[in-house]
């Protein structure tokens, strides 16, 4: 019997499609960490029954990179960016997503790829053929590999893309590599330009990474000068005149609008009350409407949520993402915003008429059902339609929130459109022409679903009778003044992303996310964006250097020539070779001018010299460093003029102790009570002194032969949960003990109120683990048998049984390796640790190793 793979984007659409494809009949089994194997048989296109397996990746397989050699900030000149070589290295190499792969696809000779149908899909599907293209023979032939086309997770679309079955499109993947190796190259060489230029020279930024995107940028452009305008705007007085006749009184508008003359504005005032009576000049009725909303699409949707709603873009499509894995709508990401030709509209509304929500709105519809308008087919997916009915308690509510919104929406598009009788009155006295307007309610059309754009109330109709007098009860004269713009909101610039092509429907909350986590924009009530100091002195510093920089323009260049790679009308290296000499050449302009910006940065931040207190003596001139906590937390030595980086937690001096390297003041890290901690030395954490010490690491992962606080004397084991990391005995909170991996985020508290623990060099016989010293004072020992203290191994020793917590990955492993839960692993701790103590795998070295250990020296 023959195998088909099958392919999809995330494990819970898998399973889905699984359970459609297979009517139920599928048998799960566990794949690597992140992904199940669903298995069946059944008939596949006219070649008889064959044997499936469904799997999935977890969105992308590989990402793009520069190779290692370019990845250090410190060696590289980030000009070399724009031409150094480039790799596709594995978004998770914990997952090993291409070795699961190729396992799975051992045996097949068909491959069938249900990526999301947009062009980011694409680029997947091939990402899926290179793993396995040793193992399935002929990949890239189209009787090989096939790409289901589908808009929704219901049992017809399935079935029909299956039956339909295509083939994946090189072009619209090759617009995503392409939109990535630029987005690449110009973000890092900016950022890291920017970042290593602007930090180094003052202490106040709040903000650990100043960042340029080819979109970010832009978009941020659109908040500042929003921001702009509202500081440059001039106020400007006017008047206007308001007239209030008859009986009932009704009050009357000037049909001028506002004067900015007040002498003008006076003497008409005058002309006006120069009269007792108003002529009625005109009563006019006809009737208007209000059209109903055109289909959804995803602008739309995320502009809805974010004014309507109150919820951001980011967390909007988030939310729609899974109801759309989930079955509930249907594709969320489309630019199309009107139904195709054979959309069965009437199935939509029976699938919603048994609601218990809006069922009584549905049927009502039903029984008048009104053709949607028009809109643009931008060829994509179908608009945004509910594909299964929800009830309210099965979702928290936001999720509910935007799952009834696009039900409500969809009723609103095939419902009447609102009608209601417009009345306006005329009135003239003294040469000046008033008028006031009545609106009253005739149908509320789609308004009764969407109940949120109701008409409001009915307005009384004026008594006025066309060539009648009426008498003018008050003229009067009012003052104001014209107001800046407001601030900029998600739905706003959602809309100006939209019209300058600044961002895909899929990307553009991406990028708006971004700018509110970089501290460039804030947002406040309302979901207005503010923009930071930061913000605003960034984009300033841009139109100071090179405009176009932060300008929509240069973006819009960009979108348009991967829309052509995507159509396979322009040629994918020529396209990049050209966007990238030109952005390198925007970049050395920027390089030779930075001090433009510079200028700006001056004015608003305060100069390293003059931020943060005195904390810790520096080692090399023995004068108090600075320690700065605003991100990147770090420590200047305003003598040496020397920047040292520091871990984001809480960082305070360890005692009195100081580094046998480097004379530098050692420092303890913590993250709180019951998080990790560790000491460190703000020299070596910046400047491994050891080979096998990993930058920006404490002294539980140095390997220093004598300090007191190093791996070599302080090692317990290897770590009980991952791979590569050593149990570590952490002092710096005693009498609080615990043990700590240099690795993971395992953490074992121990040995509470001991006055002393110290690590021997004797190793346990049954686990490897070296074995601990504990004592206690005489009348607060923990010990059953009250004894002051005790020598033994930490995972075998019953007298510590019970002085050991082990928590987060601990307990899964112990159980695994059959340990009781919650306790010592019994008297042979050997499968806990895998045998090794600190002198096994990356444990502390034997004393015949410290002569090698001397040679690691810097």
Known sequence: MRNVLMVAEKPSLAASLAAILSNGRSVPRRGNSSCSTHEWSGQFRNEGTVHFKMTSVCGHVMSLDFISKFNSWDKVDPVELFGCPTEKKECNPKQQMRSFLAQEARGCDTLVLWLDCDKEGENICFEVMDAVQHVIQNVYSPKVTYRAHFSAITEKDIKGAMEKLGHPNENEAKSVDA????????????????????????????????????????????????????????????????????????????????????????????????????????????????????????????????????????QAMQIAERLYTQGYISYPRTETNQYPENFDLHAVMHVLTPSSDFGAEARAISSDFQTPRKGKDAGDHPPITPMKLAQRSEFDRDTWRVYEFICRHFMGTVSRDLKYRVTTVKL??????????????????????????????????????????VAINDVRMSEGQTGPPDYLTEAELITLMEQHAIGTDASIPVHINNICQRNYVRIETGRKLIPTTLG??????????????????????????????????????????????????????????????????????????????????????????????????????????????????????????????????????????KGRSFPFCPYCYNHPPFRDMPKLSGCNSCTHPSCPHSLYTLGISSCVECETGILVLDCTLSPSWKMVCNRCDVIINCFKGAVKVTVEDIRCQDCGAQVVNVVYKPEKSKFKDGSEEKTGCVFCSMDFAHLVEKHRAVASRQVRNGGPRGGPPGGNAGALVNGHGRGGRGGRPPRDKMAQLAAYFV
Request: with cysteine.
């Open 536 to 673: 605003i002195v960034l984009v300033h510093g841009y139109q100071k250097i090179d405009p176009e920089l932060v300008l929509p323009t240069m973006r819009s260049e960009v979108e348009h020539a991967l829309t052509l790679i995507a159509k396979g009308s322009a040629d994918f290296k020529a396209v990049l070779r050209h966007a990238i000499r030109i952005f390198k050449l925007k970049f050395m302009y920027f390089v030779d001018h930075i001090l433009s910006m510079d200028m700006l940065f001056e004015i608003n931040f305060s100069p390293l010299a003059e931020s943060g207190k005195a904390h810790s003596r520096c080692g090399k001139c023995r004068r108090y460093m600075k320690y700065i906590q605003t991100k990147p937390a770090r420590l200047y030595c305003t003598t040496c003029d020397e920047n040292y980086t520091l871990p984001n937690g809480n960082v305070k001096v360890y005692r009195e102790y100081k580094c046998p390297l480097d004379d530098f003041e050692l420092l303890a890290f913590s993250t709180g009570a």
């Open 179 to 314: 939109r990535q190796e630029l987005d690449l190259r110009i973000g890092c060489a900016f950022t890291r330009f920017q970042t290593k230029f602007f930090q180094g020279r003052y202490g106040d930024l709040d903000s650990s990474l100043i960042s340029y995107g080819p979109c970010q940028t832009p978009t941020l452009g659109f908040c500042v000068k929003r921001h702009d305008d509202i500081q440059n705007f001039k106020p400007e007085s006017f008047w206007y005149l308001q007239m209030l006749a008859g009986h009932p009184e009704f009050t009357l508008d000037w049909e001028r609008g506002r004067v900015f003359k007040k002498d003008l504005t006076n003497m008409l005032l005058n002309r006006v009350k120069e009269h007792k009576v108003a002529t009625v000049e005109s009563v006019t009725t006809k009737e208007a409407f209000k059209s109903k909303p055109q289909a959804l699409n995803t602008v739309e949707l995320m502009r809805i949520c974010s004014s309507g709603l109150g919820i951001g873009p980011f």
């Open 428 to 469: 003239r006295a003294g040469g000046e022409g008033f008028s006031c307007t009545s609106n009253v309610l005739i149908d509320a059309g789609y308004t009764k679903v969407m109940t949120w754009l109701a008409f409001g109330k009915d307005e009384a109709i004026p008594p006025f009778v066309q060539g009648t007098k």
